[in-house]
Structures are given as C-alpha cells and as structure tokens.
C-alpha cells in the first residue's frame, strides 16, 4: 500500500526556536513535494526534490530527501508567527515518470503554529 | 499570467442533489486532475484526464465522474450527494500527463453538503 506518513500532526512552536517535520513513505520515489496551506486556501507550492539527497532551501525553510531511508525532512530555523500554517508533504509513486501517470499521494499534514 | 482557476468558490447543497465543478488549466496545460480534501486531512486523488482522456483514478465511487474539453478545461461531476463529500475540491494542471511534469494547484472549491 502506498503510504505517506507525517509527523508531528500538530506542532506548537516559540517564535524563534528550530523544528523538523518529518515526512516518511512507504515505498520508492525519487519525487517528493511539500506544500503550505493557510486555513481556507489552496496548496502553496514550497520545494520540489527530486533526487537522492537532494536539499532546497528558502527563507527559515529547508527541506531534504534521503529516498534509500525513503525520508523527507522540513526544517524550520528561528521561527516566526507567519510560518503558522499546515505543512503538506506529498510523494508521487509513478514507477516511470516519463511512461505513467502521476499522481499524488498526501500525508496528513502538520498544523504548525507559532506563538511569540 | 493566469493560474489554475476553479468555479465556483462556494458551493451549498443538499444530500441527493448533484454538482458540477468547474476548473481551467493554466494556458499551455494539458492535463487536468482533481483531489477531494477532507477538513484536517491531505488532498486525496480523484481523478487525473489527459487529452480528454481519463489516465487516471482514484479509489472513489462511481458517483464521481469527469470529463475534460477540448479547451483542456475540466468538469468534475458528483452525484447523490451525502453529508461526506463536503470537503474542498482542488484542481491541478500540469503540462503533461505523467509523474515528470510538477502540478499546479487551484484555489479549490468548497461544497458543503447539508
């Protein structure tokens, strides 16, 4: 079964500290994405990694993939209140991306909020 | 220029009813597919059309269904309504069909199911 597990599901935070999310998958991919939603709004599109140890990083964010632990990490760095969102990782489990479809499979997402 | 755009916004009906939900792609992509997200869950595939053919589907009853036009824009149509398909529909586009090619995502729209 293809699985896409996030924790933690809720992450309370002090404006200033540092977190990780993590973002484990159940089976081999090389294309992993995470996503922000703010409450009532669509996906905002975060960092795209599409290899091995591949690593982004924008702004307090930075995101990395190890596919062999078949990991995803987000790491948040001094935290402020406009990073108080839910926080998506989703995998795309195509055996061949130039030969099927894609298609996207969701964690649960983690609501982060972040308190002065 | 434009992103993906989803009508209507808002959407109230009632249990048995039927609704149609309205995307168009970003100018230039071809392939249109839609997610259902439940509130505190992640978007869960539904369906994915290419070319106005369906390429893709996910594990939903056959209440649901879709078509894509000629224009690449895209209806998602859902039957006897029940109180569990409240949620927000989200569309995305992406220039092609397969994993390859990145999805972008629409505003959504929210049906609420009374």
């Known amino acids: 079964e293809l699985k896409v597990e996030q924790n933690p599901l809720f992450l309370s935070m002090q404006e200033g500290k540092n977190y990780t999310i993590y973002c484990n998958y159940s089976?081999?991919?090389?294309?992993l994405y995470w996503y922000r939603q703010d409450p009532g709004k669509s996906l905002e599109s975060l960092f795209v990694l599409l290899s091995n140890g591949a690593v982004k990083q924008e702004g307090r964010l930075m995101a990395s993939l190890d596919t062999k632990a078949r990991l995803s990490t987000l790491h948040i760095t001094a935290a402020v209140h406009d990073l108080s969102a839910t926080y998506f990782c989703?995998?795309?489990?195509?055996?061949?991306?130039?030969?099927?479809?894609?298609?996207?499979?969701f964690g649960k997402g983690t609501k982060l909020s972040v308190k002065p | 220029d434009a992103g993906v755009t989803q009508s209507p916004t808002h959407l109230i009906k009632t249990r048995g009813q039927q609704v149609t939900l309205r995307c168009s792609p970003i100018?230039?992509?071809?392939?249109v597919s839609w997610y259902q997200q439940v509130l505190g869950q992640g978007p869960q595939f539904i369906f994915q059309?290419?070319?106005?053919?369906?390429?893709g589907r996910g594990n939903f009853p056959d209440r649901f269904s879709a078509r894509q036009f000629p224009n690449y824009s895209s209806e998602l149509n859902v039957n006897a309504l029940l109180l569990g398909d409240s949620a927000l529909y989200l569309c995305?586009?992406?220039?092609?069909?397969?994993?390859?090619?990145?999805?972008?995502f629409g505003p959504g729209t929210r049906l609420t199911v009374t």
């Open positions: 059309y290419y070319e106005k053919e369906e390429r």
């Open positions: 100018s230039g992509h071809k392939s």
């Open positions: 089976t081999t991919s090389d294309r």
């Open positions: 995305a586009s992406s220039l092609g069909w397969t994993g390859y090619y990145e999805q972008y």
């Open positions: 989703a995998v795309d489990f195509s055996r061949d991306y130039g030969g099927s479809q894609g298609n996207l499979i």
